[in-house]
């Protein structure tokens, strides 16, 4: 956690990220872009509206003013945006599509919408000389600006607190009965407590979390699952995965504890997941495709014996969304450039037997990888026990 004062991101911020995205239209030659998903909307106007029902937009066309486009019972959060241009409709679902009511009021020909139901497609189109379904937005928001990884790398000092609380924490709380619903619960308490004390006041108004799971045993093979009344038992695995935001910028930070003493199998899949780690952050490094990250990270896992036990990819984009674009994955080619920010997530899944996840968040840098999470960097493999 840095001890600079952070503080939310201001209207100068989103008034250049409203340039970035007009200049993206204009380089497609387009009339402007039509944004509807809701992070998309955060990033242009510092609107955190939580998407439902309703469709919400704000229009930015290449010249002339932003429109900002929302139902009714929004309209003191548009006022509070700056932006002067508000529009409203009456209610969903209306007599009108909201979206198509939007483009009437842009009344614009060649326009990007990010989002659009497909059973609004044609009538879009008729409305329309050219409809371009590219995410524009989040190509841009792909490419984070300081003062988001500042927010992000924040965060993850939150999300490495909780690791080290439950480490310190949990072998007294195992000892009494405890659960992975009781473990998590604990950390939980201790990690959001401090995210509060330090930044409620500032940041009210703005996304500011944590988020977790513990798994243990033979469930830690699942990557996903529900946290149950289950207590761990010596010499099983622990997986706990944490995700903390602040400001609405996400972070990632995981670890796979032992349940008293490492068994010599334990440790040496440890140290695979340490060498698949330590690959993905080459690869970032040196500018790789998204893809070829992700092939040379799981490498290591197989070169291990591992690759029967690989379940996912080694990670994800992650900034105004937990998940987003780019992917460290099969089937993404985009390049890894400086400034975009991904969770790097080894994992090894046995199933019915247990399961291993360490998550750190990466930065990269124009000379290589910054790593937030700090609780692996911390706590060698080791000493990665819950002490009973």
């Known amino acids: 956690m840095t001890d600079a004062a952070l503080t939310p991101l201001g209207a100068g911020f989103f008034a250049a990220a409203r340039d970035r995205l007009r200049a993206r239209a204009a380089a497609a030659d387009l009339d402007g872009l039509l944004l509807l998903r809701a992070p998309n909307l955060a990033y242009a106007t510092g609107l955190f509206l939580s998407a439902n029902e309703r469709p919400m937009g704000v229009w930015l066309p290449v010249a002339g003013e932003p429109i900002l486009m929302l139902p009714g019972l929004e309209r003191e959060n548009a006022e509070g945006t700056g932006l002067s241009d508000l529009r409203f409709y009456d209610e969903f679902p209306g007599e009108v599509p909201a ?3 939007m483009l009437a009021q842009i009344g614009r020909k060649s326009i990007a919408i990010d989002l659009l139901d497909a059973s609004l497609l044609d009538a879009a189109r008729d409305r329309l000389t050219r409809l371009d379904l590219t995410d524009h937005a989040m190509l841009e928001r792909a490419i984070k600006q300081p003062e988001e990884i500042a927010l992000t790398a924040e965060a993850a000092g939150f999300a490495d607190l909780f690791l080290t609380r439950l480490q310190a924490a949990a072998g007294d709380i195992i000892a009494q009965g405890g659960t992975e619903a009781d473990l998590m619960a604990d950390a ?3 990690a959001g407590g401090a995210l509060k004390t330090k930044h409620k006041a500032t940041f009210t108004g703005t996304p500011m979390d ?3 799971s513990v798994h243990s045993g033979p469930r830690a093979a699942l990557p996903h699952g529900a946290v149950l009344e289950r207590t761990p038992q010596p010499g099983e695995t622990v997986i706990a995965g944490i995700g903390a935001s602040l400001g609405g910028y996400h972070a990632e930070s995981g670890v796979t504890l032992i349940v008293g003493e490492i068994s010599a199998e334990q440790r040496r899949i440890m140290q695979a997941m340490t060498a698949c780690n330590d690959a993905a952050i080459a690869a970032c490094a040196n500018g790789e495709t998204c893809a070829a990250a992700n092939e040379a990270a799981l490498a290591a896992l197989r070169e291990a014996g ?22 460290l994955a099969p089937g993404d080619l985009t390049p890894i450039q400086p400034n975009m920010i991904f969770s790097n997530e080894p994992g090894v899944y046995r ?12 930065i990269v840098t124009e000379t290589g990888v910054d790593v937030p999470s700090r609780f692996q960097h911390n706590t060698p493999i080791d000493a990665r026990v819950i002490a009973l």
């Open 210 to 212: 944590i988020t977790a």
């Open 351 to 362: 199933p019915g037997r247990d399961g291993y996840r360490t998550i750190n968040t990466m």
């Open 306 to 327: 591992l690759g029967a036990a690989i379940r996912h990819r080694i990670g994800h984009g992650m900034g105004l969304e937990g998940h987003e674009a780019p992917w």
């Open 99 to 101: 979206v198509l009511w």
């Open 188 to 190: 939980m308490t201790h």
